[in-house]
């Protein structure tokens, strides 16, 4: 079998064990994995961000580098709330069924990963031409 594949396996595997530390440990043990890929997908969105700026052609202000940074900080921080709001989901989960939600855990943080990877590109996406022209298009047939 693939080692990729193997990894992703053992990373969405169901936990073994009821408890609200088994439920901790499973999501614990995965927010290093789940940083590292949105690390990974965070600076492939920033660069996507510098080509669209320059493909769109807007003139940065000289003093507007902390945006990006911020931005990622920002990004970075909110992530990891949305993390945590998917162990108290678990959590609240298993208070009400006990026991009955094992398959919750890897379906939230794969769906949860693969929305905040999405979410990284929206900036880019945003910044470029056809898409401005096209949200300037529409903001004008609303305002009239």
Request: with cysteine.
């Amino acid at each position: 079998m693939h080692p990729i594949k193997v990894w992703i396996d053992r990373v969405l595997t169901p936990r073994e064990k009821d408890g609200l530390l088994a439920i901790l440990l499973w999501w614990e043990r995965r927010r290093f994995v789940y940083n590292m890929v949105l690390l990974v997908g965070g600076i492939l969105g920033l660069i996507f961000l510098g080509i669209s700026i320059e493909l769109s052609g807007h003139d940065s202000p000289p003093d507007d580098d902390f945006v990006p940074l911020f931005g990622a900080i920002f990004f970075a921080v909110g992530a990891n709330i949305l993390y945590t709001g998917g162990l108290f989901a678990e959590v609240l989960l298993w208070a009400v069924g006990r026991g009955t939600n094992r398959g919750f855990a890897p379906y939230a943080w794969s769906r949860g990963l693969l929305f905040m990877l999405v979410m990284c590109f929206v900036p880019g996406v945003l910044n470029l031409p056809c898409v401005e022209d096209l949200i300037g298009w529409f903001i004008s047939a609303i305002t009239g």
